[in-house]
């Protein structure tokens, strides 16, 4: 019996020697992206650390994500180089079948929304009303969706990005939507999913948490529709008066 496990153990040890073997094999000729699931992927781009959305806000409450606490500098080579198709308030660009417009922005400490369907970032300080009570401010976007294609759209408004750029033309931080007019509970994972039947248009207001710290020099507010899809992204301008 002792016999076999011996046998049984060499066999396994030898399985995983080959395994091993055939992966750095792999690896070393290059068949094999550096990034993969054997390393678990380390060296993949990560999301900007600001981020901070449904569903996702659970897990970002969980992991402790801070709130603007800068870029990595492949986000800001990305973004400096805009490469998709920029656009201004009022001025219509289409990704994949629907239009997206800006129509306005505004800068507050509080908000209209319920408690249940607002996400408060780490470093954010708010009472049961909304209305922030330290050095953060809502920055929300009323947004239109057409559906200008003639089948139905399932469109995400968490896959929207902002990025705040100073008077020097620095880019000083950025994030993911926090708080969505929506009606349902942002608990759910459905709540920024929406269906836009053919011809169909509306409008919703999406929030962004921003500091004082930016605002104060803030130049630039650019709302990116699908950021890492280039060159089909859209930017969507903003300009401070």
Same mark, same amino acid.
């Given at each position: 019996?002792?016999?076999?496990?011996?046998?049984? /153990?060499?066999?396994?040890? =030898? %399985?995983?020697?080959?395994?091993?073997?055939?992966?750095?094999? !792999?690896?070393? +000729? @290059?068949?094999?992206?550096?990034?993969?699931?054997?390393?678990?992927?380390?060296?993949?781009?990560?999301?900007?650390?600001?981020?901070?959305? /449904?569903?996702?806000?659970? =897990? %970002?409450?969980?992991?402790?994500?801070?709130?603007?606490?800068? !870029?990595?500098? +492949? @986000?800001?080579?990305?973004?400096?180089?805009?490469?998709?198709?920029?656009?201004?308030?009022?001025?219509?660009?289409?990704?994949?079948?629907?239009?997206?417009?800006?129509?306005?922005?505004?800068?507050?400490?509080?908000?209209?929304?319920?408690?249940?369907?607002?996400?408060?970032?780490?470093?954010?300080?708010?009472?049961?009303?909304?209305?922030?009570?330290?050095?953060?401010?809502?920055?929300?976007?009323?947004?239109?969706?057409?559906?200008?294609?003639?089948?139905?759209?399932?469109?995400?408004?968490?896959?929207?990005?902002?990025?705040?750029?100073?008077?020097?033309?620095?880019?000083?931080?950025?994030?993911?939507?926090?708080?969505?007019?929506?009606?349902?509970?942002?608990?759910?994972?459905?709540?920024?999913?929406?269906?836009?039947?053919?011809?169909?248009?509306?409008?919703?207001?999406?929030?962004?948490?921003?500091?004082?710290?930016?605002?104060?020099?803030?130049?630039?507010?650019?709302?990116?529709?699908?950021?890492?899809?280039?060159?089909?992204?859209?930017?969507?301008?903003?300009?401070?008066?």
């Amino acid at each position: 019996m002792k016999q076999k496990y011996i046998v049984g /153990a060499v066999g396994v040890l =030898l %399985a995983g020697m080959a395994v091993f073997s055939a992966y750095w094999m !792999l690896r070393s +000729s @290059e068949l094999l992206p550096e990034n993969n699931l054997w390393n678990g992927g380390s060296q993949l781009p990560q999301p900007p650390s600001g981020t901070l959305s /449904a569903p996702a806000g659970d =897990l %970002a409450a969980q992991y402790n994500i801070p709130n603007f606490d800068g !870029l990595m500098q +492949s @986000e800001r080579d990305l973004f400096s180089q805009k490469p998709g198709k920029t656009v201004h308030p009022h001025e219509a660009a289409e990704y994949r079948g629907v239009l997206y417009t800006v129509n306005d922005f505004s800068i507050s400490k509080q908000t209209s929304l319920a408690s249940a369907q607002r996400r408060v970032a780490s470093g954010v300080e708010a009472d049961e009303a909304g209305t922030i009570r330290n050095a953060y401010n809502y920055f929300t976007v009323s947004l239109t969706l057409e559906n200008i294609s003639d089948t139905t759209q399932e469109v995400y408004l968490n896959s929207q990005w902002i990025y705040f750029t100073d008077t020097e033309n620095n880019l000083q931080g950025g994030g993911g939507e926090v708080i969505g007019y929506d009606g349902k509970e942002a608990r759910t994972k459905d709540f920024y999913q929406q269906f836009l039947e053919p011809g169909e248009k509306r409008t919703f207001q999406v929030s962004y948490y921003v500091s004082d710290e930016i605002l104060k020099d803030l130049k630039l507010a650019t709302l990116v529709v699908q950021p890492g899809d280039y060159p089909n992204a859209i930017f969507l301008d903003m300009l401070m008066e």
